[in-house]
């Protein structure tokens, strides 16, 4: 078992910054990434991020990249997002997810998930 535990949403202003935290315990070793989903009410959840754990290798959606930086501390194992420049339509859950898969994007693909943190960005 992973037990993934997210911190840092919040709410703030349009064109502000949060940073998201996700510290990871448990049975770790067989991940083969972390990513980040979000989700808007009335919306399906949706990929925002991906680190390849052992590469550091990233991967982001279109939306966010430029303004989002995923990155790791292997010694913490824990995964951040460092989201600036937010939007409204950033508003959302955001969920941390461990995966052995190399399907990042796909939710279905996940193994474990955080149980999420809310971020709202008002106009």
């Known amino acids: 078992q992973v037990q993934l535990v997210e911190s840092g949403g919040g709410l703030v202003q349009a064109g502000g910054s949060l940073r998201l935290s996700c ?5 770790t070793f067989s991940r083969s990434a972390m990513v980040w ?3 808007a009410p ?5 990929f925002v991020s991906a680190i390849e754990w052992s590469s550091g290798n990233t991967y982001y959606e279109a939306s966010v990249k430029g303004r989002f930086t995923i ?4 010694a913490k ?3 951040y997002l460092q989201m600036n420049s937010l939007k409204p339509e950033d508003t959302a ?8 898969s190399g399907w990042y994007n796909i939710p279905s693909k996940v193994d474990y998930w955080g149980q999420g943190t809310q971020v709202t960005v008002s106009s």
């Open 71 to 74: 990155s790791r501390d292997n």
């Open 23 to 27: 510290a990871a315990s448990g049975r």
């Open 42 to 46: 009335g919306k399906e959840r949706e």
């Open 77 to 79: 194992n824990t995964m």
């Open 93 to 100: 859950v955001y969920y941390c997810a461990s995966t052995r």
């Open 37 to 39: 989903f979000r989700q």
